[in-house]
């Protein structure tokens, strides 16, 4: 499956197209994903988008993901991602 960036960048028919095809766990699994991103870039929106505000946020962001990997291991569950995807560390 293409990943998401790819394909709503291809615009909505195919985004829409991809949706329709997603199992109804991958669908769910996405709109926590997306719900996710729409609130942290709203905060970010809100509290002033500045280089530090950013960095503490995807620094708070990158521990939560940590944690959950390692509760993941702890229960023996298959990790989605083994590190975190970022474009700017």
Aim: hydrophobic share 40%; with cysteine.
């Amino acid at each position: 499956m293409a990943t998401i960036e790819e394909i709503s960048g291809q615009g909505t028919p195919a985004f829409g197209k991809e949706l329709r095809a997603m199992a109804d766990e991958q669908l769910m699994a996405q709109q926590l994903v997306q719900q996710g991103a729409v609130h942290a870039l709203s905060t970010l929106l809100k509290i002033g988008c500045t280089e530090s505000n950013a960095v503490d946020m995807l620094a708070s962001l990158r521990q939560n993901a940590q944690q959950i990997r390692k509760e993941a291991d702890r229960r023996g569950k298959p990790n989605l991602f083994l590190s975190d995807q970022t474009a700017f560390n």
